[in-house]
C-alpha cells in the first residue's frame, strides 16, 4: 500500500543547478500537490494540479515548474537552485475537491549550498 | 481568502496532562476543518476532520476537537497525553462549495515532559 511516494528523499545542490522531485501516487487521485515547509512557517502551496495535463500556481511558485502527464505522477523542477530553496518538500494527493483529506509523502529535504 | 491561525507556536504539556491547542479560522461560509500531526522526519497523517453535523469530532489516537462557529474556533483536545503524541500539529482549512486549496496554519510543537 505504498500511497504518496517521493524521491530522493535527501539532496544537497550547488548554487544554480537544477534537479526534479519526484512523486507519484497510486490511489488514482486527481489532485495533487507540491508544498514547501519552512521551520516556524508552516506549508506554503508551490503548484497543484486538478488533474493529467491540469496544473496551477501556488502561493510561492516562482523559481519552480511542474508538469502533469499521467494520474499518477507529478514532478516538481528546480531550475537555477538557490539557497533560499533550500526546503522541506511535501507533495500530496486528495481524492475528491471539496470534502477529501491530503495524503502525504514524507518529504524531500533540499538544501542548496 | 481564507486563513489559520494556530496562536501558540510552542506546547509544553507532561506526560497524562490534559491537552488542548488551539486554531482559529477565517472563512465566511460553511468551512472544511482538518487537524494533521507530523512525526519528526514525516509527512502530515490526519487525525481529524469536520465537514458537517455534530461539531465534536473524534479522530485517531484519542483526540478530539470542536468546531465553534461563533467563535470560528476548532481547538483539539486530548484528555492525557502521552510521549508519543509530540510532534508538530496543524490546523487546516478547505472552502464548502468549490474550493480544492487547502490552507494550512503555521503549526504547533508539543513537547512532552515525562
Known amino acids: 500500500n505504498a500511497g504518496v511516494t517521493q524521491t530522493p528523499k535527501f539532496r544537497i545542490l550547488k548554487i544554480g543547478q537544477s534537479m526534479t522531485l519526484q512523486c507519484t501516487q497510486d490511489m488514482n487521485h486527481n489532485y495533487m500537490y507540491w508544498y514547501r515547509q519552512d521551520p516556524g512557517m508552516g506549508l506554503k502551496l508551490i503548484y497543484y494540479?486538478?488533474?493529467?495535463?491540469?496544473?496551477d500556481k501556488g502561493e510561492v511558485p516562482n523559481g519552480y515548474n511542474v508538469s502533469r502527464s499521467t494520474t499518477e505522477d507529478f514532478p516538481l523542477r528546480l531550475e537555477l537552485a538557490a539557497p533560499s530553496q533550500t526546503s522541506v518538500y511535501f507533495c500530496?494527493?486528495?481524492?475528491?475537491?471539496?470534502?477529501?483529506?491530503?495524503?502525504f509523502g514524507e518529504g524531500s529535504r533540499l538544501t542548496v549550498l | 481568502a481564507q486563513s489559520v491561525t494556530q496562536p501558540d507556536i510552542h506546547i509544553t504539556v507532561s506526560e497524562g496532562a490534559s491537552l488542548e491547542l488551539r486554531c482559529n479560522y477565517s472563512y465566511g461560509a460553511t468551512p472544511y476543518l482538518f487537524w494533521y500531526v507530523q512525526s519528526p522526519g514525516q509527512g502530515l497523517q490526519l487525525l481529524l476532520k469536520?465537514?458537517?453535523?455534530?461539531?465534536l469530532v473524534q479522530g485517531i489516537k484519542g483526540f478530539e476537537a470542536e468546531f465553534k462557529r461563533s467563535q470560528s474556533s476548532f481547538n483539539l483536545r486530548k484528555p492525557s497525553v502521552h510521549w508519543s503524541d509530540a510532534a508538530e500539529y496543524f490546523c487546516?482549512?478547505?472552502?464548502?462549495?468549490?474550493?480544492?486549496?487547502?490552507?494550512f496554519g503555521r503549526g504547533t510543537s508539543l513537547i512532552v515532559h515525562p
Open positions: 494540479s486538478v488533474g493529467a495535463g491540469i496544473t
Open positions: 487546516a482549512v478547505g472552502q464548502s462549495g468549490g474550493s480544492y486549496i487547502p490552507t
Open positions: 469536520y465537514f458537517s453535523g455534530d461539531t
Open positions: 500530496a494527493s486528495r481524492r475528491d475537491r471539496e470534502t477529501g483529506e491530503l495524503f
